[in-house]
């Protein structure tokens, strides 16, 4: 069992679980209140890393993060590093690659909200910001556990992305699909079968928890 | 506190679906009309919820709406409670939390008693800690009143408050409601179309048919033809 991957796999998920919460709930909040003409074509730009192979995400950021490109060469600059094969090159790659599991079920509990409510919030003086937070939020809180179970069992488990901009760096960029990938390759069947249970594990018990919530939401309504 | 209101909404096709324009200066005022006559939308149109192709709204010295000058106060800066048909309480929260809702500029003892103050005005004190989804019809109304009252705003819209409650719940909030009459607090804007309901409120009235206003003044004088009506209601 490959404990660094293990470790590094967690932290980039809780990394990405984070970042996509703090970009996800304000992006999902605007595409469930907007009326803008717009509003499709940033949606489906949001839902394209469901349609779109991994491969072809990873290898346009792979790009986009390396030294042929602008940003590439600015964000080196400001980190002393190159994003691509890095951590934080990884985490950019989790955060796009698992946007719409984010922005679809918060955006999805937020339209569910009753307008009635919405427009009593509006009438005693609440903002934009308060209306988030103090009836959307808490009125959508299954949603707010199905984006939180979603982006990290997704970002645990994906490999095309990971593989494309971190490539397999022991400590840095091994993720644990990539860690199975390579037992596979030396023929570690015994090994790559741990920690796809590993992976399994994380699974189930994220949707464990996810209808568990739901079990006791139902329950709590009577 | 005058409120002058000119407003009105057309159909794409140039049709219009409200065009109403009154002054009204006494403390209560009842839309009254048939069903469909446009009362809700004007009373959106009022509280700031629903846009008029045109017109001007004005509350005292504050105008609150000039389409021609792009002027628009929004919803929350209008200072106008709205208890709807259906009470929105807000799920997630106790009464006391729905009614603490729209209170600001008050510190957190200033506020617990002010909304005790509330909850007390509308005889709901014991409701307090319910939640809002264990509540009955008659007490969301309840709360709903107070919540609406707490901000302390200068003018209260209520679309047919009592609908669907018993006799003796109806009968208590109209009593505490025309209290407010009494002590001149807030300007009220009541909307019927319950004939037996309004008939005894010392208001003036806005007639609304189809979108439009048929009548304006005191309350028993304009009714007066629809007596008949009232009398076959109450036998």
Not at chain 2, 72 to 98: C, D
Not at chain 2, 123 to 133: R, W
Not at chain 2, 152 to 180: C, K
Request: charged share 15%; with cysteine; proline share 5%.
């Amino acid at each position: 069992m490959d404990l660094q991957a293990l470790g590094l796999t967690l932290r980039l998920a809780a990394t990405t679980t984070v970042v996509l919460f703090a970009l996800g709930i304000p992006l999902a909040y605007w595409l469930a209140s907007t009326r803008t003409r717009v509003r499709p074509l940033v949606e489906a730009i949001t839902t394209l890393p469901i349609l779109l192979p991994p491969t072809v995400l990873g290898f346009y950021l792979l790009i986009l993060l390396g030294p042929r490109t602008a940003f590439g060469r600015v964000t080196a600059h400001l980190l002393g590093h190159p994003l691509a094969f890095s951590f934080s090159g990884l985490v950019v790659g989790s955060v796009l690659y698992s946007l719409p599991f984010a922005v679809q079920p918060l955006a999805a509990g937020f339209r569910s909200v009753d307008t009635a409510l919405l427009e009593q919030a509006r009438l005693l003086g609440a903002g934009r910001f308060r209306t988030l937070t103090s009836v959307l939020l808490p009125l959508s809180t299954h949603s707010v556990v199905a984006a939180a179970a979603l982006c990290f069992t997704h970002t645990v488990g994906e490999f095309g992305v990971v593989l494309m901009i971190g490539g397999d760096i022991p400590g840095a960029t091994r993720t644990l699909s990539i860690a199975i990938y390579d037992q596979v390759q030396e023929f570690s069947y015994a090994a790559a079968n741990r920690t796809s249970l590993v992976l399994i594990g994380v699974a189930v018990l994220a949707l464990a928890l996810l209808y568990a919530h739901r079990s006791t939401e139902d329950a709590s309504r009577g | 506190m005058r409120l002058v209101a000119d407003i009105a909404i057309r159909h794409r096709q140039g049709r219009f679906i409200l065009d109403a324009s009154f002054s009204l200066t006494g403390a209560w005022t009842v839309i009254f009309g048939p069903s469909g006559a446009g009362k809700t939308t004007l009373l959106r149109i009022l509280a700031g919820l629903t846009q008029p192709t045109s017109g001007r709204i004005q509350l005292g010295d504050r105008t609150l709406l000039d389409t021609a000058a792009s002027v628009s106060v929004p919803a929350g800066k209008r200072s106008i409670g709205f208890v709807t048909q259906q009470p929105a309480l807000f799920p997630h929260l106790t009464a006391r939390q729905n009614v603490a809702f729209g209170i600001r500029h008050l510190d957190r003892g200033q506020c617990e008693a002010h909304v005790s103050e509330m909850l007390r005005f509308f005889g709901a004190e014991s409701l307090a800690d319910q939640p809002a989804p264990q509540l009955s019809g008659g007490e969301r109304k309840r709360i709903a009143l107070a919540r609406a009252l707490a901000p302390a705003p200068d003018l209260l819209l209520l679309d047919e408050p009592l609908a669907g409650l018993d006799d003796a719940s109806a009968r208590d909030i109209l009593a505490r409601l025309l209290s407010l009459q009494v002590s001149g607090q807030v300007r009220v804007v009541y909307v019927s179309h319950d004939l037996a309901e309004i008939w005894r409120l010392p208001a003036e009235v806005v007639c609304l048919e189809a979108g439009r206003v048929t009548a304006v003044g005191p309350l028993q004088q304009v009714l007066a033809p629809h007596r008949d009506q009232l009398l076959q209601q109450l036998r």
